[in-house]
């Protein structure tokens, strides 16, 4: 076991909890910290940040959805004596201009890249447990995903891998220093395709479905969404037509020397884990 603590942040969110388990089981000390942690981090109280970063060696960062206080925080670890940062962004951070996405990411990056600290930063595509445990879960279970995702293709990424990436960077002294890696699956899939392949796995009648952008928003909306919230996410799809994310990318193997888990394995073990049933 080793005496160096590492902070992580977003700890009972889809990548901080697995990352939080793999440190651990590597022997490495964990400091898991969110709201609702034991551990109390709230990135809108600064005056939570201190006590989580005192006797720090490294820090796994989950910026807030507007990352402004990020730069703060990284200022405050700087003085805390944490040497090293990474940071979870997010694919197209560098090719989605100035969309709320594209900056929010970037100043993120900017915090972490300009500090004096060691910095990686990881760039995933979307999630494929966006499927079971976040946005589009519910509209599974209840049998049709609406969606203004159309044609695009999407190299969506399985959190066990970003968590391996994650956990690697954070163990591995020196080898990611002053890196940035894209992060994908192993190939592109439409949404549609993606809903057809938890269909067959989970054996339940899921369908597809299109829709416009402002229908898509709308809909949110209607779901009891607010207005900015609802066109964000809408925003996204928008910004995903670019196509400027749709390569599959090798920074899994550049890390762990292996591919990446498939869609394929990862809709199997959700539907054998009863994530869809209704
Ligand atoms: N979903 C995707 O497809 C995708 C793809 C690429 C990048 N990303 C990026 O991933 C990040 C989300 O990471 P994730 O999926 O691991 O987390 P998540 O599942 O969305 O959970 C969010 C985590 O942050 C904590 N949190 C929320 N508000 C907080 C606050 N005000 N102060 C402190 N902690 C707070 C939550 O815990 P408490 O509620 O206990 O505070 C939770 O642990 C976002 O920055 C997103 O841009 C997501």
């Given at each position: 076991m080793s005496n160096d603590t590492t902070l992580v942040l977003g700890a009972t969110g889809k990548t901080g909890r697995r990352v939080a388990a793999r440190l651990r089981l590597h022997g490495t000390q964990v400091r898991a910290a969110s709201r609702s942690s034991r551990t109390r981090f709230d990135w809108s109280d600064?005056?939570?940040?201190?006590?989580?970063?005192?006797?720090?060696?490294?820090?796994?960062?989950v910026p807030p959805p507007v990352p402004g206080p990020v730069h703060e925080f990284v200022a405050r670890a700087e003085a805390a004596g944490v040497q090293r940062l990474v940071l979870l962004s997010g694919r197209s951070a560098d090719t989605?201009?100035?969309s709320t996405f594209g900056l929010d990411m970037r100043s993120a990056e900017d915090a972490v890249c300009g500090s004096a600290l060691e910095w990686t930063v990881l760039r995933p595509s979307n999630f494929n447990q966006n499927f079971d445990e976040d946005l589009f879960h519910a509209p599974l279970v209840a049998g049709e995903l609406t969606l203004p995702a159309g044609a695009v293709p999407e190299t969506f990424i399985d959190v066990e891998d970003v968590a391996d990436v994650a956990a690697a960077v954070l163990t591995e002294t020196g080898r990611h220093a002053g890196r940035i890696y894209e992060l994908t699956g192993p190939r592109a899939l439409t949404f549609g395709e993606a809903v057809g392949l938890i269909s067959r796995a989970s054996g339940l009648p899921i369908a597809y479905k299109q829709v416009s952008p402002a229908e898509y928003t709308a809909a949110l909306v209607e779901e009891g969404w607010g207005e900015d919230d609802a066109h964000h996410v809408a925003e996204m799809f928008v910004l995903l037509e670019r196509r400027t994310s749709a390569e599959t990318t090798d920074g899994v193997a550049t890390v762990l020397g292996r591919a990446?888990?498939?869609?394929?394995?990862y809709a199997v073990r959700a539907a054998a884990a009863g994530a869809w049933r209704r």
């Open positions: 600064p005056g939570s940040w201190d006590a989580v970063l005192q006797d720090v060696t490294a820090a796994y960062v989605w201009g100035d990446p888990r498939t869609f394929e394995d």
